[in-house]
């Protein structure tokens, strides 16, 4: 293992989340089971008191959780150097077989841990908890995702070895050479991703906005919002990396991150993730909005996220617009 505070950083934030999450699914169960509003029991006062303290500590763990995926990110770019071979993130995460699964891992429990802020906020809204089952049953799933990730990363990080020798992004992600899924997406033809990526952003901006405006078609632009969070991914590696570095062949969805390209990169995650978890959070409240509690409470918080989401994927649009306006690129 490399000692450096950055990923002294990553391990002990990732062990504390864990362990934070864990712990909360265990006391999840008892709310799962024994939960009863109408109950005047010991039990179900101690749950009470409880299940406050609790969720207030699971939205703080859950915003470290959201952090860490950047963290981790940025840790992999900072030890670039220590490889021979590597010269962003791409490379340093290519240094063992633990490094992109974990890089997955994180961006799965972003979504789910957004998620469920989302759902814990509605919760909240109303004076009877009436989503409180519902949001320790979606703990339930993350806790043993969070725990893999955990695993995931502490074995990629015990596994560093500054004399192996890596392969950096430009092998990685090479549209000449088609030997994994980095060179698969790298190959795909740009104008036909072109193409996808404006008229699906497009169709899904309009969609939202009549979704915002009649209520209508909620789940179909939470399904959008997904489906365009994956082809903005795909459009990062295929076209827009292109343009950000005014070279051809330079494909690396990494390198956008680095203080050479003004740290671009964080400019265009933020929002993507950001649209991905507010749109996810709109399909996740939809099916709530009959509870009486919250009746008057959801279709306010849902239009909240409808806007997010929209402004969002718009600024991502926006810049992705900017950098091909100001490229000296041209394909």
């Not at 500590?57 to 990110?73: D, G, R, V």
């Not at 193409?195 to 309009?206: D, V």
Request: one cysteine or more; hydrophobic letters at 55%; glycine letters at 8%.
């Amino acid at each position: 293992m490399i000692l450096h505070p950055a990923v002294i950083a990553n391990v002990v934030s990732s062990l504390i989340i864990s362990v934070t999450i864990v712990y909360a699914a265990v006391y999840g169960v008892q709310i799962l089971l024994k939960w009863d509003l109408q109950s005047g029991e010991e039990l179900q006062l101690r749950l009470e008191r409880r299940t406050y303290l609790i969720s207030t500590l699971l939205s703080f763990i859950f915003a470290l959780e959201l952090m860490s995926l950047f963290l981790f990110a940025f840790t992999a770019d900072t030890l670039c150097p220590l490889f021979v071979g590597a010269m962003c993130a791409a490379g340093t995460l290519n240094v063992n077989a633990f490094g992109y699964p974990t890089l997955l891992m994180k961006m799965v429990t972003f979504l789910l841990a957004g998620l469920w802020l989302v759902l814990n906020y509605a919760d909240n809204q109303a004076y009877d908890y009436p989503l409180i089952k519902k949001k320790y049953a979606l703990l339930a799933v993350i806790a043993p995702l969070s725990v893999l990730e955990t695993f995931l990363e502490g074995t990629y990080f015990l596994n560093l070895r500054a004399d192996v020798i890596t392969s950096c992004c430009g092998s990685l992600f090479s549209d000449e050479q088609v030997t994994g899924i980095g060179s698969e997406l790298a190959a795909l033809p740009i104008r036909p991703m072109m193409w996808t990526f404006f008229l699906g952003m497009g169709g899904m901006l309009l969609f939202g906005l009549w979704f915002y405006i009649t209520g209508k078609g909620g789940y179909l632009y939470s399904l959008f919002t997904f489906t365009m969070f994956g082809v903005s991914l795909v459009s990062i590696i295929s076209f827009i990396s292109l343009y950000i570095y005014e070279l051809p062949t330079h494909h690396c969805p990494f390198c956008i991150v680095m203080k050479e390209y003004g740290y671009i990169g964080y400019a265009l995650y933020l929002p993507l993730f950001l649209g991905a978890v507010t749109g996810g959070g709109i399909a996740t409240l939809i099916p709530f909005r009959r509870i009486e509690s919250l009746h008057a409470v959801l279709p306010a918080l849902i239009r909240k996220l409808t806007i997010i989401s929209l402004a969002a994927y718009a600024t991502f649009t926006a810049i992705v617009i900017y950098e091909i306006v100001a490229s000296n690129l041209i394909l």
